[in-house]
């Protein structure tokens, strides 16, 4: 399994960023994906979580209505649109998909917002 995150960077406040995960080693499909982000000195933050078909989402209160998650299946690949950013945002954000027993995770990619 591999999780390869980009389009992170730094953006001012009330910007935006897309993020992407490519994903290999697995039936893409077949698994619901999520996307987490982590500060140092917290736990790791579940943002957004998508099934397999894409067809149920589901976003931690503190993002809802200013990030949407969503996948192509034909890329194998899962996106985090972040609207609206606000310096709490910033974190490094990883994709991960749980294959039992397991989880696997990306490098992540770390976002700042920061005028």
């Known amino acids: 399994v591999q999780l390869v995150e980009s389009g992170g960077g730094l953006v001012q406040p009330g910007g935006s960023l897309r993020l992407s995960c490519a994903a290999s080693?697995?039936?893409?499909?077949?698994?619901?994906m999520s996307w987490y982000r982590q500060t140092p000195g917290k736990e790791r933050e579940l943002v957004a979580h998508?099934?397999?078909?894409?067809?149920?989402?589901n976003y931690a209160d503190s993002v809802k209505g200013r990030f949407t998650i969503s996948r192509d299946n034909a890329k194998n690949t899962v996106y985090l649109q972040m609207n609206s950013l606000k310096p709490e945002d910033t974190a490094v954000y990883s994709c991960?998909?749980?294959?039992?027993?397991?989880?696997?995770w990306g490098q992540g990619t770390q976002v700042t917002v920061s005028s």
């Open positions: 991960a998909v749980r294959r039992v027993p397991r989880s696997y």
């Open positions: 080693g697995f039936t893409f499909s077949s698994y619901a």
């Open positions: 998508i099934s397999s078909a894409g067809d149920s989402t």
